[in-house]
């Protein structure tokens, strides 16, 4: 079965389904090559303004594959082709909002957080218990918690394995809705759809903006902004927005 269901949700809409019902959702290798193959081309689709990554109604992801881990010795893990994954996974340049139903833990949990907005069910769980494996966090998860909700409670996480539930979530601010679990992916695609209404260009700069403030110190982050904030005016959707507001009729965007 493919490992990651992809649909088209509308105008300018995809969904990506992570789909090992049997293994929840674990992230195999084979899962990830996918996923990053299809925001590879959700990117260069002109027609795609936004994209929805789920797990569906029951689970988000368990993780990495432990199964698959145990095969690895220190050598080959070395080698491992999913920092090269992970990668590219991350630097998907439109709009990805996450709709997390259950456990979202580990890998998951690294996952969901190379969304841009997160939408969490009721009931989702956010976790990453490596530390019971013997390991830590391999793909963000040290790095990104503490900056999404700080020290001591990435510590929790990291160190104890504590997992927070959906309503935690949100007030430490690591998801930025909580709906009942049936209507996480709607709210998701509602948010996507006044997104795609939005001019694509400066859609795809808000987002590397934000991104570079995790990692930017402030006065470079400011000097991106600008620069990028500047790039916008040679856009013919900035002008298009200015005369749109000054003649008082809804603009009509082209991503030009
Ligand atoms: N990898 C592979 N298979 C997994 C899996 C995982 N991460 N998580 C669950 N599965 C499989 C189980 O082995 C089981 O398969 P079988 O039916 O063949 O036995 C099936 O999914 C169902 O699992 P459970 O019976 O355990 O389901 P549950 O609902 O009782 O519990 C769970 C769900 C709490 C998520 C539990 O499965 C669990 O703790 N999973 C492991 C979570 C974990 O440790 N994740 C961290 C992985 S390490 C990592 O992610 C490293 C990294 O980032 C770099």
Do not use: Y
Request: proline letters at 5%; charged letters at 25%.
């Amino acid at each position: 079965a493919d490992p990651v269901l992809s649909s088209r949700e509308g105008e300018g809409i995809l969904i990506l389904t992570l789909n090992r019902p049997d293994a929840r959702n674990a992230l195999s290798t084979a899962l990830l090559e996918r996923l990053a193959d299809l925001l590879g081309a959700a990117d260069a689709d002109p027609e795609i303004r936004a994209v929805i990554l789920t797990g569906g109604l029951k689970v988000f992801a368990a993780g990495a594959d432990v199964k698959e881990m145990a095969a690895h010795d220190a050598v080959s893990i070395l080698a491992d082709a999913r920092p090269r994954l992970w990668k590219a996974i991350r630097e998907f340049g439109k709009p990805l909002i996450g709709a997390v139903n259950g456990f979202c833990l580990g890998g998951g949990n690294e996952l969901a957080m190379c969304c841009d907005i997160l939408i969490a069910g009721e009931d989702a769980q956010f976790g990453q218990p490596e530390i019971n494996l013997g390991i830590i966090p391999g793909a963000g998860g040290t790095q990104r918690l503490p900056r999404t909700i700080g020290r001591s409670r990435a510590m929790e996480m990291a160190l104890a394995g504590s997992f927070l539930s959906a309503r935690e979530a949100l007030t430490f601010g690591l998801v930025s809705r909580v709906v009942p679990p049936e209507l996480t992916i709607a709210k998701a695609v509602e948010l996507a759809r006044v997104i795609a209404a939005k001019p694509p260009l400066a859609v795809r700069a808000a987002k590397q903006a934000v991104r570079a403030a995790e990692e930017l110190p402030l006065s470079e982050g400011l000097r991106l902004e600008r620069a990028l904030f500047c790039q916008l005016f040679a856009t013919a959707d900035r002008r298009e927005g200015l005369a749109a507001f000054a003649e008082k009729r809804p603009a009509k965007f082209e991503g030009k």
